[in-house]
């Protein structure tokens, strides 16, 4: 049965179970202090919104989702899928965004694609379905699946604060490349989820004291 975070205490309850069954979890969660459940909206918005955000500042892209979103009412797939690309260049998206969106809006529309049933599969094939669907990398997937959906065992494997919170955490010689990120989080399955919430919390936790003890803002 898969696991979902779709609140605060179901985090929460998911992370004890992490450190009670790996204690090497238990400095980890010392040093970030319980992580917050981060979540965004589901379905097409969701995954628009970070398509449209890839790659960009996290000023540009807030601005391009602005307009996008004052432009459209409701922003959904039949207005995507309708909407003439050079309209949709004008508000900001890129060529290469705007050919992923509408492949995703016509996948929808032809119910080739169902983006709420990936809550209930397994993780790691709820990934790839959709890194299937052209322009959709393993980082966005993950983030889809664990920020929009609440999938409790989504494994960001390719997120460089995960990695290199492993890395510190665990104190390993090199940051894990995304391969590598597999096994080390085979530990943690069917909770994958909870434990990418905690090394972000830890990641930021360590830049954190860092940059007090370097004197920095």
Known sequence: ????LESQSDLEEAVHTLVKRDPRLKPVLDVAGMPS??????GFLGLAHIVCGQQLSTASAAAI???LSAAFDPFDHDAV??????????????AAKIKTLKNIARELAAERLNLDVLAEEDADAAHHTLIALPGIGPWTADVYLLFCLGHGDAWPAGD????????IGFGLKARPTEKQMTPLAEP???LRGAAAHLW???YRAV?????VIGGKA
């Open 1 to 4: 049965m898969t696991i979902h």
């Open 160 to 167: 460089l604060a995960v990695q290199e919170g492993i890395r």
């Open 37 to 42: 459940l981060r979540r965004r909206e589901p």
């Open 81 to 94: 899928r309708r909407a003439r690309a050079d309209r949709l260049g004008r508000l900001g998206l890129s």
């Open 207 to 211: 830049k954190k004291r860092e940059g």
């Open 200 to 202: 972000w919390s830890y």
């Open 65 to 67: 989702w602005g307009r």
């Open 188 to 190: 943690w399955r069917p």
